[in-house]
């Protein structure tokens, strides 16, 4: 999924990073003064959901699960001086999922307003289930998990960016576009992306929670043409789309990473971002165009996410290990046999790859996930040996273990909530060591900032990443901008390749609002972490190309 | 319910347009019953069917457009709807790019509809899940498939008599087929408006014999090849290429068309004489949607030649860019068919001296759009050919190479085939770049 399906879902036509809508089913457009209401009251959810839970048992349900779902987003695009959209939409509704006879049925309804609406989406689920059951050849084998009672959970300190009145988000973007145009580029696009999810959760193992998640992502893109050779150039924002507020565009000087270019942690400085964006894409028109070869790779948080999100994060989902998305996203080098051994080389020692649910600022940070566990924290990659996946309920019995981890996931009430990524970090470095020192003993390297083009073989093997912004590293010292860089790796070659990963001091989150999965497809936004490591010796391609 | 003849959509979009208070007003209204089967290692995982239906109404203020949606038809409901519109409207700032909506326009019918895929049920689809499981199960393999079916309509109405109507079906089939061991894997897929058309159990047959045909491959050396990519593996490529043909970014500088100092590069000849690429919703092997649905937009639809010859001979606009530039607003390709040649996939290997067999692309990614250079992979089945014939399987590659140089270098296009909405020939390319190998299967 990319960029162009919020905007397409701006002209409201229908829909991995793989292209589905985003939450667009049954998204509505509504007047921004209803992101103010406050929903049906827990006390009504509840009673809902209690209607569906004892039409469940009465049909012989061994668990169910009832989610009723509220989701607002606005989306506000721009280019130099004009908006080109404002869209405020709203999706309500129940999704309902029962375990009956050994099998899984699934229904939902929109604009849930009584229990017989439940009650009868509660009906046709335990018939899909029936029906399901007669051609299953295995009953499904749940993980037991225990009530939690009626609690709730919001993202931690949010200042809810949907009642920011929308002539301020306008502004703000036009000052960006100002503020781009002023300072050299001939193009700009800034755009405003934001999401509330509200979640009510209850199962038969009586957990009943009431979950308010907020996510905000402003981005911009710049372009810059050398009329004189008609070279043409963009550099993106450096922003990461995250689980906060408003609060996240007013920016400590605390929240900086300062060094070749500013980069950006728990809040974001826009104006100093698209101001250096402008200048950055400028000079990358008449930048030296690398030579291809092998270098050590310095790699920025606002890149290495990428990288880590799809050649581990990925690559150790059960389900895709299982063969359940062999027919569209594939399946995973990271076999059963591989994690078995415990003796499975991922990376070298220093690679320590974590699953968290519960980190602060994350796109993934929930209180519950969507089939009741508790958000918890879990090691995959450990020492470089690969100990752990990310799994379901109806999955974690395969590894032995009856502890579910909290990986379900549905991008609205009317899906079929599935195993989808926690965030998924790379530890930073134990040993106190800064970006300047790490950079210090590089002979012959390429510091890389930003995520660019991306790609992947089915089986998480063989990869190739671009970037915005690639900085030639002679010495110990960055010398100039290059230009035309990708690097390619098979992916355990070079977590091996990893030599050394900066201190806590740097740790920072980069992420997506659009994980594709499944077929039909469904859309998750997930956080990944790290502090700036170095990869020795990886093979760098020049992409210039005539034509 | 969810689809609406041609006379009660007009219906309702008259009681919309009938309400409006509104400058202007543009009305659309689409319907779709839909269902799916999902299936993996060998047995069913998900299933499931919806139907909607969506009225839209974008109300219109000097140059301030606002649009709201229901999906109730009742009077009560299409009353609200237009006040919402009207309510976001008057909320919403200048869109400078705004241009007047469309006076009536002519739309001929396209043949896009068919009983025989309105008619699918559950039933039709858990038959073929189980076809495609057992081709797989009798050669002890294991099958991952998606059935996905689809019949709706589309209508769209404005305050100036503007009045459209279209009603379409489709069948999408998908199956990955895959060895025991992991050593093979073989990809078929198949869609049509006309699920006569369809054959599950030949489509997976011919994965069945790619993934046992592709087992156990050997590896190659990266560099440049003489390829035949498959219709399947050449059509997401055409595919960027054909929507990159957009005037605004080419005039503005930023597209691979835009001429060094200014302009366009249309009217040049950038490829191989013997490509020839049109669009047209009228083709009888993939018809489509005759008219642009988008709010203020309702442009016929027409056959239109992107690349005739190798030149480039016309270029997209949006309305808006259209009348700044004083140009006929010539509406994107959807489906595109390109021009093939009369020989199969089997005679051009036949007279392919070496060179590499390539029957799908995976994961393709934009790297550059100056050059429009892309990366991806080759998957589910890739095999080195020597004096014409197919030698043996080889490892997957991972290609960096640019639509506009691989047509440059077009040695040959067979019998065109329907891809995903578009008839796309087997191509024989020469000096295809592949940069690395991977062992994914």
């Not at chain 1, 009510?200 to 004189?228: C, E, L």
């Not at chain 1, 089986?459 to 290059?482: A, M, P, S, V």
């Not at chain 2, 009798?138 to 209508?155: D, P, R, Y």
């Not at chain 2, 020989?343 to 994961?363: F, M």
């Amino acid at each position: 999924m990319n960029r162009r399906d919020f905007i397409q879902l701006g002209s409201l036509s229908a829909g991995a990073l793989l292209a589905t809508s985003f939450a667009a089913r049954g998204a509505n457009p509504v007047h921004p003064q209803s992101f103010s209401d406050p929903g049906l009251d827990v006390s009504i959810k509840k009673r809902l959901a209690d209607a569906g839970l004892n039409t469940a048992r009465k049909q012989g349900a061994t668990y169910a699960d009832i989610r009723i779902g509220r989701y607002l987003n606005q989306f506000i695009t721009t280019r130099e001086d004009r908006v080109q959209s404002i869209v405020n939409t709203e999706s309500f509704g129940a999704g309902v999922r029962v375990l009956v006879n050994g099998s899984w049925g699934f229904a939902a309804v929109e604009n849930v307003k009584n229990e017989e609406q439940i009650v009868k989406a509660t009906l046709a689920a335990a018939n899909i289930a029936k029906a399901n059951a007669k051609i299953a050849s295995v009953p499904i084998e749940l993980a037991p998990q225990i009530g939690y009672g009626e609690v709730s959970w919001q993202t931690p300190g949010v200042q809810n960016a949907l009642q920011i009145p929308a002539r301020e988000k306008v502004d703000l973007l036009l000052e960006v576009n100002r503020a781009a145009l002023e300072n050299g580029a001939n193009f700009v696009n800034s755009n405003l992306f934001l999401i509330n999810e509200q979640k009510y959760f209850a199962s038969t193992d009586g957990t009943y929670a009431d979950q308010d998640v907020h996510r905000i992502w402003p981005n911009f893109t710049v372009t810059s043409i050398d009329k004189s050779t008609g070279i043409f150039q963009t550099r993106s924002s450096l922003s990461s789309p995250v689980g906060r507020g408003y609060e996240y565009l007013k920016t400590n000087p605390t929240d900086k990473v300062t060094g070749v270019t500013t980069r950006y942690n728990r809040a974001y400085d826009i104006f100093e971002d698209v101001t250096a964006a402008a200048r950055q894409s400028r000079e990358k028109s008449s930048a030296k165009s690398v030579e291809a070869g092998k270098y050590d790779l310095v790699l920025d948080p606002s890149h290495l996410w990428l990288t880590i999100h799809e050649s581990v994060g990925h690559a150790t989902e059960l389900d895709r290990v299982l063969g359940f998305e062999a027919n569209l996203a594939g399946t995973s080098f990271a076999t059963l046999d591989k994690w078995k051994s415990g003796k499975f080389n991922y990376g070298s020692q220093k690679v320590n790859i974590f699953a968290d649910k519960t980190q602060e600022g994350s796109l993934g940070a929930v209180g519950w996930d969507d089939e009741g566990v508790k958000a918890t924290k879990w090691d995959l990659i450990k020492n470089g040996i690969l100990v752990n996946y990310q799994a379901t309920r109806d999955q974690i019995h395969i590894l032995n273990n009856n502890q579910p981890q909290g990986s379900s996931y549905a991008d609205s009430w009317s899906s079929v909530q599935f195993q989808r990524m926690a965030n998924v970090s790379l530890q930073a470095g134990k040993t106190p060591l800064s970006v300047d020192e790490l950079i210090r003993d590089v002979k012959k390297g390429i510091y890389i900032i930003g995520d660019g083009s991306y790609s992947i073989d089915q089986q998480r093997y063989n990869f190739q990443f671009g970037g915005q912004l690639f900085y030639e590293i002679r010495d110990g010292k960055i010398i100039n901008q290059l230009k035309d860089v990708a690097y390619q790796a098979n992916t355990q070659e070079f977590w091996n390749s990893l030599v050394a990963v900066s201190d806590e001091r740097d740790y920072r989150l980069g992420g997506t609002f659009f994980d594709g999965k499944g077929q039909p497809g469904q859309s998750s936004s997930v956080s990944h972490g790290s502090a700036t490591a170095r990869f020795n010796g990886v093979n760098v391609i020049n992409t210039a190309r005539k034509i | 319910m969810a689809i609406l003849s041609e006379q009660e959509a007009k219906i309702v979009i008259s009681k919309a347009l009938g309400f409006s208070g509104s400058d202007e007003i543009f009305v659309s209204l689409k319907g779709e019953n839909n269902g799916n089967i999902r299936y993996a290692g060998n047995s069913v995982s998900t299933s499931g069917e919806t139907s909607n239906i969506s009225l839209s109404v974008t109300s219109v203020f000097g140059k301030k457009s606002g649009t709201a949606t229901t999906s109730e038809l009742d009077e009560e409901a299409i009353r609200k709807v237009v006040s919402r519109a009207e309510e976001l409207a008057r909320l919403a700032p200048d869109n400078p790019e705004y241009v007047k909506g469309l006076q009536a326009q002519q739309f001929q019918p396209t043949p896009s509809f068919f009983t025989s895929t309105d008619q699918i049920d559950a039933d039709y689809r858990a038959q073929g899940a189980l076809h495609s499981i057992e081709s797989g199960k009798k050669a002890g393999l294991n099958v991952a498939g998606f059935i996905q079916n689809a019949s709706g309509f589309t209508a769209i109405g404005n305050d100036k008599g503007l009045f459209g109507y279209n009603k379409a079906s489709s069948v999408n089939f998908s199956a990955t087929v895959r060895t025991e061991d992991g050593s093979g894997s073989g990809y078929a897929a198949q869609d049509y408006n006309d699920s006569a058309h369809l054959n599950i159990k030949s489509a997976t047959d011919i994965a069945v014999q790619k993934a046992l045909a592709s087992s156990k491959a050997r590896a190659l050396e990266p560099g440049k090849y003489t390829v035949i990519l498959e219709p399947q593996a050449g059509q997401e490529l055409l595919r960027n290429l054909v929507s990159s043909f957009d005037a605004r970014s080419a005039e503005e500088g930023r597209s691979f068309l835009s001429k060094k100092g200014g302009g366009t590069r249309l009217g040049e000849k950038l490829f191989d004489e013997k490509v020839t690429i049109y669009s047209d919703p009228f083709h009888r092997d993939i018809p489509s949607l005759p008219f642009s649905p988008d709010p203020g937009d309702g442009r016929p639809i027409e056959k239109t030649v992107w690349v005739e010859k190798g030149v480039v001979k016309n270029l997209s606009y949006s309305r808006y860019w259209a009348d700044k530039k004083s140009v006929k607003p010539i509406v994107a390709a959807g489906g595109f068919i390109f021009e093939g040649g009369t020989k199969s996939l089997a005679e051009l290997i036949k007279n392919t001296e070496r060179g590499i067999l390539v029957t799908r692309l995976w994961y393709i990614r934009a790297v550059d759009p100056q050059t429009l250079l892309y990366t991806g992979l080759t998957r589910d089945g890739t095999f080195y050919i020597e004096n014409g014939q197919i030698k043996y399987p080889v490892k997957n590659f991972r290609f960096n190479e640019s639509p506009v140089i691989m047509l440059n270098n077009l040695e040959e296009a067979g019998i065109p085939q329907r891809v995903r909405g578009s008839l796309v020939p087997p191509l024989k390319i020469r000096d295809f770049t592949f940069t690395s190998l991977s062992d994914a299967v």
